[in-house]
């Protein structure tokens, strides 16, 4: 069996599509065909090589995607939660933790794991070849824990619950969860801080609010539960300062997702949280430094949390949030038209150009 998919050959060059050997499962491996994928901003850094050293090439892009089970290995009959498993099954997978470093074993942070296996940036020119989204199949391995799809939750949205969303359910596990009487800000107007807002809302935050660009994005933060949105291109950081103080009684926000990646943000997120409250960094990309004054935390007393990535138990939140809140969120409007494989450059560009939030991907598309 051959599959298509494809491939970084090198940083910034032209992505090209290229066909592969389907392998034989190995005990505890599954084959999947990837029903769909979706796009993140990861792909593109990962293409211009910012993931370095940890990415390498040749690499199949691609590390938001759904399965469909075609051939488990021996010893693989269950899911994380002790599920069946079996032919024709969607399944969602984390990346391949080693399970035996100190991050794994005595941390228990296995995001943190020194001697992982990713998808979407491993190497695939050794078998077993197949280890990223963007590619008519799959081959999770044994380190791989897997989640099962629930039915009522479409393969697309489940596709962006295994990176956007499952890293806000940590990044909410993280900061010790959301109180009824908090406002929470949230920096960002991408797949991650739209899915902020909505889980600030569904947790019950008292307030939420959105800053980002373009419009577009901010109408969906509104539809998403947003009491209050705010153009960065179109204010400075003194008025969106004045805007969170309005509904805080001058305070500051009690929770800030710091969204965007952004080094600006960082710093505007430092001092627009009220003293005694919470950060968490969960954006990616900017290679500038931030400047933060030392006894900013010393004098406000604030907690700082980065996020890496996500650990199974917050896959398996995704899902469940989605199926829990499917008819009380248009989660539909994050997600922009189904590209075929050779269209995904022409589609990562338009999301680059802010065109689409959440490009989707048919691997079969012709």
Request: net charge neutral; glycine share 10%.
């Amino acid at each position: 069996m051959k599959a298509k998919a494809l491939v970084l050959a090198a940083y910034k060059e032209p992505l090209e599509v290229r066909q592969f050997d389907v392998p034989e499962p190995e005990p505890g491996a599954i084959v999947v065909r990837i029903d769909r994928a979706t796009i993140c901003g990861t792909d593109h850094h990962v293409h211009m090589g910012l993931l370095q050293p940890v990415s390498k090439t040749p690499a199949i892009l691609g590390h938001e995607m759904v399965g469909v089970i075609e051939k488990l290995g021996a010893g693989r009959d269950t899911d994380v939660a002790g599920a069946p498993l079996a032919k024709g099954d969607r399944v969602i997978w984390a990346y391949a933790y080693c399970g035996k470093c100190y991050y794994c074993v005595v941390a228990h942070q296995p995001t943190l794991c020194t001697n992982f296996t990713p998808y979407g940036y491993a190497d695939c020119g050794k078998p077993p070849h197949l280890l990223g989204g963007f590619a008519q199949y799959a081959y999770i391995l044994p380190a791989c824990h897997v989640v099962k799809v629930p039915d009522e939750v479409p393969s697309h949205w489940a596709s962006s619950a295994s990176c956007a969303l499952r890293t806000i359910m940590h990044a909410t596990a993280r900061a010790g969860g959301i109180r009824p009487a908090e406002t929470v800000l949230v920096q960002g107007s991408g797949p991650v801080g739209l899915y902020g807002v909505a889980a600030a809302r569904a947790f019950g935050a008292r307030r939420v609010i959105c800053f980002g660009a373009p419009d577009g994005r901010l109408d969906v933060a509104t539809a998403f539960g947003a009491d209050a949105v705010c153009n960065i291109e179109k204010t400075d950081a003194k008025q969106r300062a004045e805007l969170v103080r309005s509904f805080t009684d001058g305070r500051g926000a009690d929770l800030v997702f710091e969204c965007s990646g952004s080094h600006h943000a960082l710093e505007e997120a430092i001092g627009i949280t009220r003293m005694g409250g919470r950060i968490v960094v969960i954006g990616a990309g900017d290679p500038q430094p931030a400047q933060i004054p030392g006894m900013a935390f010393v004098m406000k007393q604030i907690s700082v949390h980065g996020i890496r990535s996500a650990g199974i138990e917050y896959y398996r939140e995704a899902l469940a949030f989605l199926a829990a809140q499917k008819d009380n969120f248009p989660f539909e409007r994050l997600f922009g038209e189904t590209y075929s494989l050779a269209e995904i450059p022409k589609a990562m560009e338009r999301m680059h150009r802010l065109e689409e939030i959440k490009p989707v991907v048919d691997p079969f598309k012709s």
